[in-house]
């Protein structure tokens, strides 16, 4: 596939920092570098790290690891975890074609900077509707177009997707006549941030051969896909586990899986893809923080791969129990006041208010305040700020009990609303 046909013009000026392209040589054996300015690490003060588990194990971070982290390293991020990532991959996607890996500041860091590797001014991006609200706050900062596909409780309709492509331009949603077809197409397949929608594997073989029909990428942002709720603990195949062409740039995180300070993600795709990711790295913020990534191999070491695996399961079986003690107070409180669909992955439900009520944003942020509980008005995950009786609620840092009395001041709200 030719990759510089999606490659923006921003994207194609940037060039390899000369410093940061030596530091593949730093580690190297017997090579001695005059170089990268590189500190002195017997001037830190930092002797050593010890983490301790919540089942009581201590894990003694290997030392020459430790001062490798508190160094400049690789853009791509510390070849141990990049290669045990590397490795995971290979176990739960199998993708079908070769692919690079770049570890980032978070998995929303990647993301932005895909954002602007694809998109040159004036371009339109294809999005869900509604639509994850951190990605949609940076793309209206560039000058570009945001071309809504709706979707349901299966994600994206492959339907709406294939008119808009097939009829464009005269289906921009935009109105411009001479904006090009859109390139590529961004989705959160898993526990959608903020429907909780979960796409089916059929759902997601047409959603995929459509982008190959038109030559559109997709960049699947799947942070909840470990948090899926199958009673198998089975998990739906990826995009990139479908993807034959070499379309899709994956995100991934360890914000809800192991920690979301720790502020880790990875991003897997087409080699040219992601070495422009690589490049944007090298002369913004020049490589992940070090201490979070041999925090985080450490522990993915010291597990291995099955024991990554026990723990995600782990992590999914907890959210499952707190999505049906929520589904249950939504069914005391709520029913008849509101309709739902009950999420297959992640922690959001997108509540659909009825009672004539047309637009959430005061309730929820002027009234429901005063009430004391917290929700975020539909409106503000809508491409175009259409105004709508959504609010998304989120269920996993609540006990049963707050469940129970955040729902019925919602009820207390939505009831002097609908009465009024």
């Known amino acids: 596939m030719d990759y510089q046909q999606f490659i923006s013009e921003r994207s194609k000026a940037r060039k390899p920092s000369a410093i940061r392209a030596l530091s593949p040589y730093l580690h190297q054996k017997d090579m ?70 770049s570890i980032g500041t978070g998995s929303q860091d990647l993301l932005i900077k895909a954002f602007e590797m694809l998109l040159n001014d004036g371009d339109a991006i294809l999005i869900e509707k509604p639509s994850y609200t951190g ?27 294939e008119d808009m492509l097939a009829h464009w331009p005269r289906s921009n949603p935009n109105g411009k006549q001479d904006q090009p077809r859109p390139r590529c197409l961004y989705t959160i397949p898993c526990g959608g941030n903020p429907t909780g929608a979960t796409a089916t594997l059929e759902r997601k073989k047409q959603v995929y051969d459509i982008c190959s029909k038109y030559n559109v990428l997709i960049i699947e942002d799947d942070a909840y896909y470990y948090l899926q709720y199958n009673s198998d603990r089975s998990r739906v195949p990826s995009y990139l586990s ?15 899986i192991l920690s979301a300070g720790l502020r880790i993600g990875w991003m897997t795709g087409p080699k040219p893809l992601v070495e422009r990711i690589n490049m944007h790295t090298m002369v913004t913020n020049l490589q992940p923080s070090g201490i979070p990534q041999v925090m985080a191999y450490q522990l993915l070491d010291h597990w291995g791969h099955d024991g990554f695996f026990r723990h995600v399961d782990h992590v999914a079986t907890f959210y ?50 005063k009430q004391n509980v917290l929700a975020i008005p539909g409106v503000a995950f809508m491409p175009h700020e259409d105004k709508n009786e959504y609010i998304r609620v989120s269920f996993s840092n609540v006990s049963k009990e707050d469940m129970n009395e955040a729902l019925s001041r919602l009820v207390t709200v939505f009831d002097e609303e609908a009465q009024s």
């Not at 793309?139 to 339907?159: K, M």
Request: charged share 25%.
């Open 242 to 256: 479908l993807d034959v062409d070499g379309r899709v740039l994956r995100c991934d995180s360890m914000s809800k």
């Open 320 to 369: 499952r129990q707190k999505r049906d003690e929520f589904i249950e107070c939504l069914d005391r409180r709520m029913k008849g006041r509101a309709e739902w669909v009950v999420p297959q992955a992640g922690m959001f439900v997108w509540i659909r208010l009825l009672g004539g009520i047309k637009d959430s944003y005061d309730l929820i942020m002027t009234k429901a305040l």
């Open 32 to 101: 001695i570098s005059l170089g990268a300015g590189q500190p002195n690490s017997g001037t830190f003060p930092f002797a050593g790290m010890t983490v301790t588990l919540k089942s009581g194990e201590k894990l003694d971070i290997d030392h020459q690891l430790f001062n490798r982290s508190l160094s400049y390293d690789l853009t791509s991020g510390l070849p141990h975890l990049n290669d045990w990532l590397r490795q995971l991959q290979k176990i739960e996607h199998k993708p079908p074609v070769e692919f690079e890996l």
């Open 135 to 161: 990605c949609l706050s940076f793309l209206r900062t560039l000058d570009c177009d945001l071309a809504d596909i709706i979707t349901d409780a299966n994600g994206i309709v492959p339907e709406a997707l």
